[in-house]
Nanobody, 122 residues
């Protein structure tokens, strides 16, 4: 089982990034996928998740209206489009797979990627 995030980087405030989460070793379409982030000295925070059944999205208040989660089961990939980025979005972003939806807590997920760094400069 493997989840691999990519697409992170350095961007100016107001800019955009699209993160990808590539899955292998399990049947992606059977799992809900969540995106989390963790800034230095802070707890891991759930920002978005997407259901396995009908790709319904769920967002935290902190990213609602700016981030969009989507999935392409044929490509075994889940995406997080991040627009109008703010310095407070700076963190390591992780994707995770689980069976619960909506699920915003890290303990509700079974499999995790290694993370990708997103840095937003002011």
């Amino acid at each position: 089982v493997q989840l691999v995030e990519s697409g992170g980087g350095l961007v100016q405030a107001g800019g955009s990034l699209r993160l990808s989460c590539a899955a292998s070793g399990f049947t992606l379409e059977n799992y809900a996928i969540g995106w989390f982030r963790q800034a230095p000295g802070k707890e891991r925070e759930g920002v978005a998740c997407i259901s396995s059944s009908d790709s319904s999205p769920y967002y935290s208040d902190s990213v609602k209206g700016r981030f969009t989660i989507s999935r392409d089961n044929a490509k075994r990939t889940v995406y997080l489009q991040m627009n109008n980025l703010k310095p407070e979005d700076t963190a390591v972003y992780y994707c995770a797979a689980g069976h619960l939806y909506p699920a915003a807590l890290a303990g509700q997920y079974e499999y995790w990627g290694q993370g990708t760094q997103v840095t937003v400069s002011s």
